[in-house]
């Protein structure tokens, strides 16, 4: 969050940024309720409605994508152009995808935001976060930020960040395959109303058939950690309603599809069987356990 609100500086209480309207719950604390900074949230996998929602003032367009916990994925390029004519700045969240998967910078955005907390480093022990841009002048200015807020990674914590990088591509692969295997198996389960993952990467979000389930899950996996993070190699499985975005107010919640019955997983690198293994155990018909 500090590699956020460090771009996040650049502008004023008179300017205007637009974000995405299902992003990470605490980007949403974070300009909403901490800085107040004057935005409006759009359905970025929308290129019109964001054109349509530019103001005189807008400054900035930030993007997830694919989206936290939704999964939604946005036309970088398109926005990129949407973004040099209105003579705004497209930030993208590159969080989930990493550079393995995709490169904002190559699609015309010009900062890239990573919570390299996540998949950068890879092992749930570090705090760290990372701006990229491609302009020397807006390194600088962001530089210059960074310095004064004081967000300044320590050494021993930038050592295991660079440590996870040697790992970044073969990681991926394997978080990737995994996801995708996992996916089609809850996809074909009559406990899953609903999956949602948009082909790459290792996250993927499903909703239960009934609410009843929630508890279920959470309380049965064993080798899936019901923990907030994502990224790491254990699978992590994580209940956005009261943990990710539990700051998102219930109503908007609802009508972004973050149902209490959404569960979000981030498909670790273990042996793929022994994932959908644990899921199929923690899914398991309670009344059919018990011969009814």
């Avoid at 990229?132 to 530089?143: F, I, N, P, T, Y």
Wanted: charged residues 20%.
């Amino acid at each position: 969050m500090a590699a956020l609100h460090c771009a996040l500086q650049l502008f004023g209480p008179e300017d205007h940024v637009l974000l995405t309207e299902d992003l990470y719950g605490g980007t949403y604390r974070l300009v909403d309720r901490i800085l107040h900074v004057p935005c409006t949230f759009v359905d970025t996998s929308r290129p019109g409605a964001v054109r349509d929602a530019l103001r005189p003032n807008t400054r900035a367009i930030v993007v997830e994508t694919p989206t936290n916990p939704m999964m939604r994925t946005a036309d970088l390029s398109e926005l990129a152009a949407i973004a040099r004519k209105a003579g705004v700045l497209l930030i993208v969240d590159n969080t989930f995808l990493t550079p393995w998967l995709q490169r904002p910078l190559e699609l015309g955005a010009d900062i890239v935001v990573h919570s390299a907390t996540k998949y950068l480093a890879g092992h749930n022990d570090v705090v760290a976060g990372a701006l990229v841009v491609k302009d020397a002048a807006l390194g600088e200015r962001l530089a210059y930020l960074q310095n004064g807020i004081g967000a300044i990674l320590g050494p021993q914590d930038a050592y295991l960040v660079i440590r996870g990088l040697k790992t970044l591509a073969l990681r991926m692969e394997r978080h990737q395959a995994n996801a995708r295997e996992v996916a089609a198996w809850l996809r074909a389960h009559p406990g899953v109303e609903r999956v949602f993952y948009p082909g790459v990467g290792g996250m993927l979000s499903f909703t239960v058939a009934h609410a009843a389930l929630v508890p279920q899950v959470l309380a049965s996996v064993q080798l899936c950690l019901f923990a907030e993070s994502l990224g790491g190699v254990e699978t992590l499985i994580t209940y956005p309603t009261t943990q990710t975005h539990a700051d998102i107010p219930a109503e908007r919640r609802e009508a972004l599809g973050i149902s209490d019955r959404l569960l979000r997983l981030s498909v670790g690198i273990e042996d793929s069987h022994d994932i959908i293994a644990d899921l199929a155990h923690a899914l398991r018909d309670p009344s059919a356990a018990h011969g009814a």
